[in-house]
């Protein structure tokens, strides 16, 4: 689905080098249930849509300049019927947890809300478990022994 008209500006600011962004324009096709995000790069906006229910959650536009790719507007789905957060912050550290950590290999902690049992909410949003370091997409039982 595309994003709908209701949307949120993100006070997200991020810079990628050449080879970072090579990393984040390949996008991410999600392999099994378990994956939930569908991210894809067209033209200079990469958007992420939840894979279950095709909704765009986040858009973000890119600009170049001297050599590097800026975020230059960061949206977030504001439409209550597909998407019921309302936190701009936490949507933020949300969208570049998944860029860090998803797009780019890294090993960012999820931001977890305060008071939210941390593993459960980020199996639920991300598709991945503890320990954070570890984020590959293995199913959940495949942690389990």
Known sequence: LPMPQQVAVLDYSADFSPEEFERIAAGLIPQEMENKWFIYLEENILSFHRSWSGCCIYRVE???????????????????????????????????????????GQQKPFPAPAGAPKGVVQLHVTGTLFPEKEMDHRPWWKFWK
Request: hydrophobic share 35%; glycine share 2%.
């Open 62 to 104: 890119f600009e170049q300049h001297e050599g590097r790719h800026w975020v230059n507007i960061a949206e977030a789905n504001r439409d209550k019927e597909q998407y019921t957060q309302t936190d701009d912050e936490a949507d933020a550290k949300l969208l570049h947890f998944l860029i860090c950590n998803l797009l780019l």
